[in-house]
């Protein structure tokens, strides 16, 4: 089993999906078709990431980009800490 800072892979996985649903079903979701994406979690110190996961349902003409642009987005991310 996967341990990420004292949580379990599976209970950050049903913290994020959770947000997520409840992201989707906010009326200000100005993008209703888009029911996924990917989350990210690197250490911002190395820059290594600990994990990547597909949260809910990347459209599939979009899944190969959303994975790409997490990867990148995340260390422009860690650049800003």
């Keep these: 089993m996967q341990i990420i800072g004292g949580v379990t892979r599976d209970r950050i996985l049903d913290v994020v999906e959770e947000v ?9 979701n100005t ?4 029911t996924g994406g990917y989350l990210t979690i690197l ?7 600990y ?8 459209l599939p003409e ?3 980009g959303c994975f790409q642009f ?5 260390l422009r991310l860690s650049e800003n800490h």
């Design 20 to 28: 997520v649903r409840r992201f989707l079903g906010l009326p200000e």
């Design 31 to 34: 993008k209703p078709e888009r």
């Design 43 to 49: 250490n911002n110190r190395t820059g290594k990431r």
């Design 70 to 74: 997490c990867q990148e987005k995340s």
């Design 51 to 58: 994990f990547i996961n597909e949260i809910g349902l990347c």
């Design 62 to 64: 979009m899944d190969a």
